[in-house]
């Protein structure tokens, strides 16, 4: 288990969770947080990333105070957002801290004031991100007080995740344990699914799960429009190897029948991209791709209402916000089995395609692109039925969150178990 820095108070991170518990306890000690993530708010280029972490953040019980690091721009981006670099700002509970990496003055700033305190947790928001390295060896070596550390590695031990560059994570993650030296560490994960790939990536990993917060309505927004004749088919993310957009694009050059997919996301991988063009000027008269730039932030669920099925077939999400995000539009999912959603859509949601090959995506985007108008209204209905009947299920609280005798629970929900 996580423990807070015990000359302070004698509580203790318990593995114990449940549903919404009673206030924090006003005579205990306020713990502090030191938090890390690569990308966030204003930033929209890490996908779900950065709603879960604004989720965590958004989350924060009064005895917690939150120091979070960022970088000063959004992934990919040569620019820095404007006003925030080298500063901090406020949200909500948490004092955020926008980073500019390149920046010798900034780290050395930034680090005699984390220097001034001790954490009760280091929480960095990947295992792999440079970020993230950072500050698990300025933990290391002392440079930064950190009691325990909680790792949150947001899909990246996935075995599709992992499969990609697999010789340097291989390396990685076995020289880890050197990196951290012996810390106290948890690893945090967002469904019991990524928590059995954190334990076979890390086998003697203590693994606690703890659900993201869905910052999305509790009910299914209606389609924006009829279906038309033609299916029209989405793919929204980033466009990078693990999100295998090239897969679907070799899946339509055996369309059967007239179908048209439009693309939207950050082009992560411009060499990736490069060879999803070539796909794109192969693919039949009858079938149409384009791309239509990146959606801007909060807007996803609006362009999903457009649409009669969004294709997804992803190597690995921890969660996978913005399947959420789809059927929140009431636009069924196409996905691979690499996510925590096969319940959902197997249950109406849409349908899962286990099998990882042109032929069998073939079939399941020609089953899509046959059915009739009638047909792929019933079930974008379906899909919001079944995003309202999974939204209704959840619990969500704090990943901080203080339990009845001065117990603290990492977890939410009922699902915040240690496993």
């Known amino acids: 288990m996580i423990r807070p820095w015990k000359p302070r108070g004698s509580a203790v991170l318990s593995p114990t969770a449940g549903r919404s518990g009673p206030a924090a306890d006003v005579t205990a000690p306020m713990r502090r947080v030191l938090m890390t993530c690569g990308v966030f708010e204003p930033g929209h280029r890490g996908g779900g990333l950065v709603p879960a972490v604004a989720g965590i953040i958004d989350t924060v019980p009064d005895d917690v105070e939150v120091h979070f690091v960022t970088l000063d721009r959004d992934l990919g ?19 955020v801290f926008y980073l500019t990496a390149a920046s010798p003055s900034q780290w050395w700033r930034l680090l005699v004031e984390l220097r001034r305190r001790p954490y009760d947790v280091v929480h960095v928001n990947s295992v792999l991100a ?70 076979a990536a890390v086998p003697a990993a203590r693994v606690v799960v703890c659900e993201n917060r869905v910052r999305l309505s509790t009910r299914a927004r209606p389609p924006a429009a009829d279906p038309c004749a033609v ?82 077939p992803t190597h690995g999400e921890n969660f996978g916000y913005v399947i959420a995000e789809s059927l929140a539009a009431s636009c069924p999912v196409v996905c691979s089995a690499a996510t925590p959603w096969t319940p959902v859509l197997e249950a109406g ?24 108008p009638a047909e792929r209204a019933a079930a974008r209905a379906r899909a919001g039925a079944a995003y309202e009947a999974w939204r209704a299920g959840r619990g969500e609280e704090s990943l901080y969150a203080r339990r009845p005798a001065g117990r603290v629970a990492v ?8 496993t």
């Not at 406020?90 to 004092?95: L, T």
């Not at 899962?352 to 046959?370: D, F, I, K, M, T």
Request: with cysteine; net charge positive.
């Open 77 to 95: 981006d040569s620019r820095p957002y404007p006003g925030l670099a080298g500063r901090w700002s406020r949200r909500g509970r948490a004092r």
């Open 130 to 199: 440079p970020l993230s390295v950072a500050f698990l060896l300025a933990t290391r070596l002392r440079l930064i007080r950190g009691r325990t550390i909680l790792i949150s590695p947001h899909g990246e031990l996935a075995p599709g995740a992992l499969a990609l560059k697999a010789t340097k994570k291989r390396v990685y993650l076995r020289c880890l344990p050197a990196l951290l030296g012996g810390a106290d560490v948890t690893w945090h994960a967002t469904t019991v699914h990524e928590a059995a790939q954190v334990r």
């Open 231 to 312: 299916a029209r088919l989405v793919f929204v993310s980033r466009i990078a190897p693990v999100k295998d957009l090239g897969l679907a694009l070799r899946a339509l050059a055996a369309a059967t029948v007239p179908v048209g997919l439009d693309v939207y996301g950050p082009i992560e991988d411009p060499a990736y991209w490069a060879q999803c063009e070539a796909l794109i000027a192969r693919l039949p008269p009858h079938v149409t791709a384009r791309y239509g730039g990146e959606v801007p932030p909060g807007g996803a669920v609006d362009v999903f209402g457009g649409y009669d099925a969004f294709v997804f």
């Open 349 to 372: 949601g849409g349908v899962v395609v286990a099998e990882r090959s042109p032929r069998a995506w073939a079939a399941a985007l020609n089953a899509v692109a046959a059915s009739s």
């Open 411 to 418: 977890g939410s929900g009922g699902r915040g178990d240690h």
